[in-house]
C-alpha cells in the first residue's frame, strides 16, 4: 500500500526534513501500521527492534518498528537547529537474545522473557516527519513512526527475569534539567506487558514483519519515563538506571 501520507514520509526521510500534515491522514490503527510497512518497504528499510508505549496496565498500546542503522550504543552525537529541533525520552530496553516468532497462539510473559538477553538504558531520540508534531492528530503521529528518530542504548545490564519495574529508578539529565523517576511513577506501569502485546502482535505489520518475528540483538524501548524534553546545545544527556546501564547523547548546535 502507497499513500500520500506515505510518499510524503518517504521524502522527509531520504531529505531529512520535516513536512506539513498530508491531507489523507490513516483513519485507523491498521491503516497507520500499513503505512509502517509501506514506508519500511519503499525505503528498503530493515527492522532492528520495535517502540511500544501504553498507558498504564490497560491502556492499548501503541508501536512502531526501528529501522537498522538508527539504533546506537552507549553513546550518540545529535546536532539541532532552530529549525530543527530534536526531543529526548529516557527510556528502558529489552534487548533479544533469541528468536521469538509470531504465531497465532498467545504468548505466556515466562516464554518471552526466555527469550530475552536482558535489559538496558536508553535514550529515544525523538525526530519527527510532521512539522506540526506534537499538534498532530494521534493516528497521524502512530504513523510516523511515534516521531522515533533514533534511540541509544546501554550494553545489557541485568536479566529481565524477575523484574520489577516499581525496583528501579530512571535518572535523566540534560544541563540543569533533571529527572528523577521511580519506576512506581513509570507511565506504563507494566513493561513486561507491552513486550508481550509486541510480540503477540506482530502480524500487525504485515507478512514480512510476522514472518521475521523478533531477532537476537532486536532492541525494544519500552516508553518514556520522563515525557519529552527538547534538545539543548551545548549539553550532554545521560540516562541512568542503577544497575542496569548508562548512555549519553551530545547535543550540539547545527
Known amino acids: 500500500m502507497t499513500t500520500g501520507f506515505t510518499e510524503a514520509m518517504v521524502e522527509a526521510r ?18 497507520a501500521f500499513a ?18 508505549g501504553a498507558s498504564g496496565r490497560t491502556g492499548e498500546p501503541t508501536a512502531a518498528p526501528l529501522p537498522a542503522g538508527t539504533i546506537h550504543r552507549d553513546r550518540a552525537r545529535i546536532a539541532v537547529t532552530d529549525a530543527h529541533p530534536l526531543w529526548l525520552e529516557a527510556e528502558l530496553a ?19 522473557l526466555a527469550a530475552v538477553e536482558g535489559m538496558a538504558a536508553a535514550i529515544e531520540i525523538v525526530d519527527p516527519r510532521l512539522a506540526d508534531w506534537p499538534k498532530v492528530p494521534p493516528l497521524a503521529a502512530l504513523a510516523d513512526f511515534q516521531a522515533n528518530g533514533a534511540a541509544v542504548v546501554s550494553a545489557v545490564g541485568r536479566s529481565a527475569a524477575g523484574l520489577k ?30 513486550l508481550v502485546w509486541l510480540a503477540d502482535n506482530l502480524h ?11 531477532q537476537p540483538g532486536d532492541v525494544v524501548i519500552s516508553g518514556s519515563w520522563t ?22 547523547v551530545e547535543i550540539v548546535g547545527g
Open 227 to 248: 515525557s519529552f524534553d527538547k534538545a539543548v546545545a551545548g549539553t550532554t544527556a545521560t540516562n541512568t538506571i542503577a544497575g542496569v546501564g548508562s548512555v549519553a
Open 35 to 52: 503505512e509502517h510497512a509501506a514506508v519500511f518497504a519503499a525505503l528498503g528499510l530493515e527492522v532492528a527492534g520495535f517502540k511500544v
Open 14 to 31: 531520504r531529505m531529512g526534513t520535516r513536512v506539513s500534515l498530508p491531507d489523507v491522514v490513516p483513519q485507523d490503527r491498521a491503516a
Open 94 to 112: 529489552f534487548v533479544m537474545g533469541a528468536p521469538l516468532a509470531a504465531r497465532e497462539a498467545p504468548y505466556e510473559a515466562t516464554e518471552v
Open 204 to 214: 500487525l505489520w504485515g507478512p514480512a514483519i510476522a514472518a521475521r518475528g523478533l
Open 165 to 194: 519495574v516499581e525496583d528501579l529508578t530512571v535518572d535523566f539529565r540534560m544541563g540543569d534539567l533533571v529527572k528523577t523517576v521511580p519506576g512506581t511513577r513509570y507511565p506504563g506501569e507494566d513493561a513486561i506487558r507491552l
